[in-house]
């Protein structure tokens, strides 16, 4: 290791927010806690790119990386399993659009929104407390039951979801394809933070059920600052970016061998988070979920990071049969459970996801050698966790030396930030695990 610290530590608080700067693109729709994009141009800078090399991040998410490659002129490719962040990250790349007419579209659909609601009896304002016997002329509109069983419990309040439901009907009526694909990112964020119940604290969960909220108006505003936003971005970047729906374990599908001179990501880590209930309520709606099976297709293309996705014929444990620090930790995962007499579903997979974790992450890396150009150089950020059983997962440390195994040369590991784990009372560290490949 050449180095564990070369960033003063911050407060994450501090460190995780967008700045005003980089607001533009990056918040039309984000993961909350996806890293910042100042550590992409960190990381671009240090690598030395220039337009003349090609970037890819293999677990895109809502493409941070890629929108910073584009605002930087580098171009780029994101692999992404999830279809709804897959179309993030499309969208938030395609610069493309004419902003007034998009302006003007938008007010066209908002339009159409509201004559309905007012048709229905309803207003997109709430109504007073005094009026609040507000009755609609019409049954609410809701989703048909295999797709509200999809959703969290209580995800959406009624009234919410029939003006949500009516604002998608005239998007999808109006749809002109030129402006549609930002309309729906646009109704896909201000359905998440204004309309629903969620919360994200960062993991996702219902908060107090809003009866009644403005839907129309507050989409109105998303979009609109989107059209703002582009109308001060280069129209016609010549800097492309493409966004692949594919498992990232899997990237020679879709990437050409020795296409790739680095790599920028931030990968899942072993913390019971799960991507497809994270992002649930729009996926549904926006029709990228619509059953329970198709979800279940979804979480075995995603590396094995929460008990939630673990399925019986799991098999990437085998990528790190040889690895005994990685065996060691799942076998106290396991001991510690039994001492503890654990013995709920999830709790008897903590051992198993945590090698299928590593093992996924050892078969991306595995696979990804051929689609590197020699000398590529490779950031990869990951975080410690405890949370199964509060046995500590030192993540960077152990992906760097899965990669060593297989042929990278670990050039260092960067402290990012840190928080302290009030279980453990240990540091938990979110560290730049940095590769090269000698070709
Ligand atoms: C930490 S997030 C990435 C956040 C990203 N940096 C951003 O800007 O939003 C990890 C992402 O990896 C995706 N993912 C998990 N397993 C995957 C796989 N096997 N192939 C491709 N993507 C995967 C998840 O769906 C999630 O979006």
Redo the contacts with the bound molecule.
């Keep these: 290791l050449t180095g564990r610290a070369v960033r003063p530590r911050l407060a994450n608080s501090s460190i995780n927010r967008l700045s005003d700067n980089d607001a533009p693109v ?1 918040e039309w729709y ?2 909350v ?3 910042p994009p100042h550590l992409v141009r960190d990381y671009v800078e240090k690598f030395a790119l220039s337009p003349a090399h090609r970037l890819l ?11 910073e490659a584009k605002k930087l002129g580098i171009p780029s490719v994101g ?4 279809p709804v ?2 179309f ?2 499309r969208v938030k790349v395609n610069w493309n659009v004419d902003p007034d007419g998009l302006r003007q579209h938008a007010v066209k659909v908002a339009r159409c929104a509201a004559r309905k609601l007012r048709h229905d009896g309803l207003s997109d304002e709430p109504l007073p407390l005094f009026r609040a016997a507000h009755r609609p002329a019409v049954e609410l509109r809701t989703l048909p039951s295999e797709l509200m069983d999809l959703l969290l419990d209580h995800s959406i309040s009624p009234l919410p979801l029939h003006k949500t439901l009516t604002l998608l009907d005239c998007l999808r009526k109006n749809g002109d394809e030129r402006f549609l694909p930002h309309e729906l990112l646009a109704f896909a964020k201000s359905t998440v933070a204004h309309a629903s119940n969620l919360h994200f604290g960062p993991e996702v969960g219902v908060g107090k059920p809003k009866p009644d909220v403005p839907v129309v108006s507050a989409w109105l505003r998303e979009i609109l600052s989107v059209a703002e936003q582009l109308a001060d971005l280069p129209r016609r970047s010549a800097t492309p970016a493409a966004v692949l729906l ?6 020679l599908r879709v990437i050409k061998p020795h296409s790739i001179d680095a790599v920028i ?5 072993p913390n019971e ?1 799960d ?2 209930r994270t ?1 649930r309520l729009e996926s549904v709606l926006l029709g990228f979920i619509t059953a329970k099976k198709q979800l279940q297709d979804l979480k075995k ?5 929460n008990t939630r996705g673990v399925y019986k014929n799991d098999d990437d444990d085998q990528w790190i049969v040889g690895h005994p620090k990685i065996q060691a930790i799942a076998e106290a995962i396991e001991k510690k459970r039994l001492a503890m007499g654990k013995n709920s579903g999830f709790e008897r997979l903590y051992h198993r996801v945590t090698k299928l974790y590593f093992g ?1 992450m050892a078969r ?1 890396l595995a696979e990804l050698r051929e689609a590197l150009r020699p000398g590529a150089k490779l950031a990869y ?1 990951v975080g410690d966790q405890a949370s199964y059983l509060q046995i500590m997962i030192r993540t960077g440390e152990l992906l760097g030396e899965i990669a060593e195994s297989l042929g990278y040369e670990l050039v260092s590991i960067d402290l990012f930030r840190q928080r302290l784990s009030t279980a453990t009372r240990q540091f938990l560290n979110e560290e730049v695990v940095v590769l090269r490949w000698p070709g």
């Excluded at 991040?57 to 929108?67: I, N, R």
């Excluded at 692999?79 to 999830?82: F, G, L, P, Q």
């Excluded at 990501?265 to 880590?269: A, G, K, M």
């Design positions: 990056h984000r993961f806690l996806s890293f991040d293999p677990f895109c998410g809502t493409g941070t990386t890629l929108v692999i992404e399993a999830n962040a897959a993030a990250s594919e498992d990232a374990r899997d990237l990501t931030s990968p899942p880590y988070k991507y497809t992002t293309t995603l590396v094995r990071s996924g991306h950020v």
